[in-house]
Structure formats: structure tokens, C-alpha cells
């Protein structure tokens, strides 16, 4: 069975600081691994990935992720949050051989000005 | 390029009474499919997935059913509606195991 892990609930930065969202998984085999963002009321955007190659990835509006596989970790990053990521963020795994896309529990960011 | 409706955005019913939300994928020919449920803007369920025409599988047992009876058309039924099925219903579609998804809009269920 696969699963994902987004230890924080919520995560609260000021504008101008760096923003970090927590992500570990659990998958047989491969992973690949995605992060969407989420607004009120609306569906799931989609981010960024990790398919193969390069450990750290880059997605939309300055986003970030790296993908650490000793530690079953891909943490989402950005140098410098705006006030309008202020959202909720999903981490998503699918197995190499498997249809199914799991996602964590999500995290709410609040970034203040 | 590619685009997926969901409707209708938001729906109130009576316990008791029947469901159908509909999805449609264009621009794109043989997606995989699924049928997502969102309880109180946290994490996502993954209801059903399909990866063709009259193929479900379901991910969870419970008061729902999906079909596929198109290509690019996946439809979430349920014959009677319990209180505990509200929620928001989301809709993807993906390429290959590879690719990532791509969300609708969802539809806003409140069974009253």
C-alpha cells in the first residue's frame, strides 16, 4: 500500500521568508512523486514532479522540491513567499507500476505581510 | 490543449435521493480517470479509477457507484444519497502512471 505524510497542519511564514512544506511517502518500488495547491473552493493545481533524474525539481510561481530517497522524503520549497501562496498544499505519490494517486492530509499555508 | 468540466458546481439533495455527477475530459483520447471525494477542505479519497471504457475499479466500498460509457465521460451515481456523502467531489484525468493529473473544478454536494 502506498501513503503520504504531511506532518504539518499548518505552516505560518512572513512575506520575504522562505517557505517549507513537509512531504514523506511510503511506495513500493519507484516513486513518483507531485505537489498541487489548492484555493478555496476550487480544484487541485498542479505544482511540480519528481519522475526521475535531477533530486531537486522546479515547478510554478518559484516553487521547489527535492526529492530525498534515503528518506522518503520531497519537501516543497520557495526562496521567498508571497503573501498570494497563502493556500493548501497536497503531496501526492503513485507507485511506478500502479494507476492509484495517493495524496496526504495537505497543508495550510498562511503567509503574512 | 486539454480541459476537464465537471458539473454542476453545486448541488443540494434531500437523504434519500439519487445522484449523478458528470465529467468530461477533451482534447485527449483514452485518459485514466478518477473520482475523488474532499471532506471539510482537508485530505482527498480516492473513490474510483478508470483506465477505459467500462473499466472501474473502486477504492473504497460505500454508497457510490461510477461508469465510464464513453471514452472521455465518467459519471458518480449513487441510487440513494446519505448524509455522510457530502462532501466535494473531485474529477482527474492523467496521461500514463508518469504524468500528472488534472483536477476540474469539483461539485459542492450537501445532502440535507
Redesign the interface.
Known sequence: AQSVAQPEDQVNVAEGNPLTVKCTYSVSGNPYLFWYVQYPNRGLQFLLKYITGDNLVKGSYGFEAEFNKSQTSFHLKKPSALVSDSALYFCAVRGANDYKLSFGAGTTVTVRA | SQTIH?WPATLVQPVGSPLSLECTVEGTSNP?L?W?RQAA????Q?LF?S?GIGQI?S?VPQNLSASRPQDRQFILSSKKLLLSDSG?Y?C?W?RQ??????????T?LTVV
Open positions: 465537471q485514466n478518477y475523488y477542505g482537508r485530505g482527498l480516492l479509477y483506465v475499479s477504492e466535494f473531485l482527474a492523467f502512471v508518469n504524468t500528472e493529473a488534472f483536477f476540474g473544478q469539483g459542492r
